[in-house]
C-alpha cells in the first residue's frame, strides 16, 4: 500500500516537473563588451570584459502549474583592469550618461544587498542570477536608480529599460571609482520569437 502511494506520487512528481521544463522560454540574450571608451567620459584603458545574459521566462499553466517570474542568468568575464577591482553594477542610464546603480553584480566596498559576491582581481568569471527582488534594492547605494524611477523590485520597468538600450554594465576599480570599463545594453530576441521552446 505504501509504495502504491509512493509510485502515484513519483509519476506526479515527474509529470510536474516535465512540465515546469517544457514552459522555460529563452526570452531574450544579451552580449556586451565592455571597454574603457564607452565610459563618460572615456577612459584609456587596457581592461576588456565579456558580459553575457540570458533572460527566461518560466511560463506556467493556469491551474496546473505556479507562474514562476522571469529570471536574468548572467556570466561576465573581466581582464587587465589598470586599478583594483572593486564593484559592478548594472546602472540605469542612456548611452554617454552616467546613470544611478539597480543591481548589484559584485562588490568589495560592503556597499551592496546582503549576500552580494565579492569581485575576484582578474582574469576572472562572475557569474549569477538576477531575481525581481534583486532590481534596485532599497539600500543607499541604490537611491539614485530609484530617483530615477526604478523602484525596488520594479522587475517589467527593469526589463523595458534593458529593452530600450537605457541600461548598461559598469566594472570600477580603484583607479577609476566612477567605472573602468562599461557597456550599454543591448537585447536581442530569444527562441520565444521564433515560437520555439525548450
Ligand atoms: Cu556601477
Redesign the pocket.
Known sequence: MKRSYFVIGAVVLIGIVTITVLAVVDAGRIAQRLIGYEEVPSVSTGASARFNATIINTVGFPGVTTITPTEIQWEMSYTALEGTVQ???I?IGQKGVNGG?TVFLCTNLGNGPAGTQPCPQGPATIRGTIRPEDVSPNIAATAGARQQGLNTGEWDEFLAALRAGATYV?I?SSTWPG?EIRSQIAVQDGQMAAGASH
Open positions: 564593484q559592478s553594477h546602472h546603480i559598469n570600477h567605472g
